[in-house]
């Protein structure tokens, strides 16, 4: 377990230093098109969408910027692709920068998300 939280940490450190400017930046992968909006964002709604990827399910984890996971959930496919809000349980997402990470069939999508 700690090695793969080890692994999750290293992952998102190298992935916040090769993106360091922010966001609103599609991730396009084998015709998938990943997005976190809006970016920057004030910590209320926040939308993920993924289109163009076949899968029946897509596991959501949220991780601030010392690797606790702040917010997973698993959401099933709806018609042509994944849309949803990051539900915090009514809660705004402090201020900071968080790692989406959307997974499913051997293919994991990042997204970083800044939180003014």
Do not use: H, W
């Not at 922010?22 to 992968?29: D, L």
């Not at 042509?80 to 809000?85: A, E, H, M, V, Y």
């Amino acid at each position: 377990m700690k090695t793969l939280k080890l692994s999750a940490i290293l992952l998102i450190i190298l992935f916040c230093t090769q993106n360091s400017k922010a966001q609103n930046q599609t991730i396009v992968s084998e015709n998938a098109v990943f997005n976190v909006f809006p970016n920057p964002n004030d910590g209320e709604e926040t939308y993920v969408n993924l289109q163009g990827f076949k899968a029946n399910d897509l596991l959501v984890v949220v991780y601030d910027m010392f690797g606790r996971e702040i917010y997973s959930k698993v959401e099933i496919r709806e018609q042509d692709g994944f849309l949803f809000t990051l539900s915090t349980d009514g809660k705004k997402l402090p201020t900071g920068v968080y790692i989406i990470t959307a997974s499913s069939n051997d293919k994991v999508f990042q997204q970083k998300l800044i939180v003014k």
